[in-house]
T-cell receptor, first 117, second 111 residues
Framework: SAVISQKPSRDICQRGTSLTIQCQVDSQVTMMFWYRQQPGQSLTLIATANQGSEATYESGFVIDKFPISRPNLTFSTLTVSNMSPEDSSIYLC??????????????FGSGTRLTVV | LAKTTQPISMDSYEGQEVNITCSHNNIATNDYITWYQQFPSQGPRFIIQGYKTKVTNEVASLFIPADRKSSTLSLPRVSLSDTAVYYCLVGDVAGGFKTIFGAGTRLFVKA
């Protein structure tokens, strides 16, 4: 399965600023997903990022707040813009592998723990 | 996407077998059933996936009845390190489905 490197692992940011989270995969993947996980909660899908096209956002998430880049098949970034304390959360990226088979599942990064003060 | 329902939490003791059942009444013909495990401060980790009947790997077994409206993850002889949140997901893997997580089941393994 793919190996994901996600950076930064954690950060403390001032409200009103922006943070860009990077997700690097060791193999080419077609689809990448960005999630948010608030403390004690399940994961919520933010958007799906495909290379060469605009990201597709889930209800409640907009591009102005969470712009996503997908410049190639191994890399993506998620920016959390104009942050407020409500954005404090863990952000994770996930990939579906090229040539995905039913036995592989999806791989997740270790997450970025964001605290907004 | 089929909605899933799982128990919120379960308790067990070391050495016991743990069975976590997930309901997915609206599962579609092309949907697979996938289970993930998540430890604190880590991303979810794939455990097992199946379509029907029984699937077994080195970590767990997955039992799926003929109507596929539910599935049971079986963890044999759990240890303290199996304390985690377990998520059941349903979707068409071949179509590259987006993984939508339910609330998951918090398993507490006691000594």
């Amino acid at each position: 399965s793919a190996v994901i490197s996600q950076k930064p692992s954690r950060d403390i940011c001032q409200r009103g600023t922006s943070l860009t989270i990077q997700c690097q995969v060791d193999s080419q993947v077609t689809m990448m997903f960005w999630y948010r996980q608030q403390p004690g909660q399940s994961l919520t899908l933010i958007a799906t990022a495909n290379q060469g096209s605009e990201a597709t956002y889930e209800s409640g998430f907009v591009i102005d707040k969470f712009p996503i880049s997908r410049p190639n098949l191994t890399f993506s970034t998620l920016t959390v813009s104009n942050m407020s304390p409500e954005d404090s959360s863990i952000y994770l990226c996930s990939v579906a592998g090229q040539g995905l088979s039913p036995s592989n599942g999806y791989t997740f990064g270790s997450g970025t723990r964001l605290t907004v003060v | 996407l089929a909605k899933t329902t799982q128990p919120i939490s379960m308790d067990s003791y070391e050495g016991q077998e743990v069975n976590i059942t997930c309901s997915h009444n609206n599962i579609a013909t092309n949907d697979y059933i996938t289970w993930y495990q998540q430890f604190p401060s880590q991303g979810p980790r794939f455990i097992i996936q199946g379509y029907k009947t029984k699937v077994t790997n080195e970590v767990a077994s997955l039992f799926i009845p003929a109507d596929r409206k539910s599935s049971t993850l079986s963890l044999p002889r759990v240890s303290l390190s199996d304390t985690a949140v377990y998520y059941c997901l349903v979707g068409d893997v071949a179509g590259g489905f987006k993984t939508i997580f339910g609330a998951g089941t918090r398993l507490f393994v006691k000594a």
